[in-house]
């Protein structure tokens, strides 16, 4: 499940919450926000940088560890989750799927959606 970064459209409007930008995690066939869910203010899309940093060689999956690890290490669970969770399925591997979901846990995030998979 990819995350996506969400931002005010006018930085001078909106809450705490889309004016420094919020994350959302959402299935690829769901329509992506419009709005913020807290205030209302209209907001767009941005990219995750993380998008492009899944290597496709075997061989990088060991810097992707290690950079699920750092992501860990500085409590940035959205970021650590959403490695592991891309880098599991292309692996199939199952303890690093169980680190995904612990990520998403401890950063607060709603993972019912992979329970009920
Ligand atoms: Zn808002």
């Not at 996506?4 to 006018?10: A, F, G």
């Not at 303890?95 to 998403?104: H, I, P, Q, T």
Request: proline share 3%; net charge neutral.
């Amino acid at each position: 499940m990819p995350i996506y970064e969400y931002e005010s459209l006018d930085p001078n409007k909106g809450c705490q919450k889309c004016i420094n930008r919020f994350e959302a995690i959402q299935s690829i066939n769901e329509m992506p926000l419009a709005t913020c869910p807290s205030c209302g203010q209209k907001v767009k899309k941005i990219i995750s940088w993380c998008q492009g940093t899944i290597g496709e060689s075997s061989g990088e999956s060991n810097s992707i560890l290690n950079r699920i690890k750092s992501f860990e290490s500085q409590g940035q669970w959205g970021h650590a989750g959403e490695l592991a969770d891309r880098q599991s399925e292309k692996t199939k591997d199952k303890s690093l799927k169980e680190r995904a979901l612990d990520n998403y846990k401890k950063g607060g995030y709603n993972t019912d959606w992979h329970e009920k998979q």
